[in-house]
């Protein structure tokens, strides 16, 4: 089956994004293939390339970006969400040297996540 993983839930502070990681690991061991991970509302925080979590914690920004190599997953932030929340691209920076949209992450807009949508068998929100 064909999923599309929509992650509403930060980086930290609560469990949800580490949910819809271990969800889509499972997913994808189990054979299914995800077409893309969509970030939105308070999940944009998992795309800010300026999250630095202590030693000893679990790098949920990390964890994503290997997952998309790994994988070849697109990663979409919510353009309205991210925007909100302060995390931008070289296209929505006031100044180019103000970016801190992590690597691997794409900025997108909801007609992207719409086309993802259709082209699926289920669509997930955590």
């Known amino acids: ?9 930060p980086a930290y502070g609560s469990q949800g994004a580490y949910s819809a990681y271990q969800f889509a ?8 293939r995800i077409r893309q991970i969509f970030f ?17 914690e679990f790098d ?3 964890a994503w970006q290997q997952l998309s190599r790994e994988w ?9 969400a991210a925007q ?5 691209d070289v296209q929505t920076a006031r100044a180019d040297s103000s970016t801190n949209l992590a690597e691997g992450f794409a900025i997108v ?11 699926v068998d289920r ?3 955590l």
């Open 109 to 119: 807009g909801l007609g992207e996540f719409m086309m993802a949508s259709l082209a």
């Open 60 to 62: 949920m920004v990390k």
């Open 1 to 9: 089956m064909d999923y599309l993983i929509a992650v509403k839930s």
């Open 25 to 32: 690991q499972a997913l994808l061991q189990a054979g299914h």
């Open 40 to 56: 939105f509302q308070e999940g944009v925080s998992n795309g800010n390339g300026l999250v630095y979590p202590a030693n000893d």
């Open 72 to 80: 070849q997953i697109p990663l979409g932030l919510c353009v309205a």
């Open 84 to 88: 909100r929340r302060g995390v931008v």
């Open 123 to 125: 669509v997930i929100t």
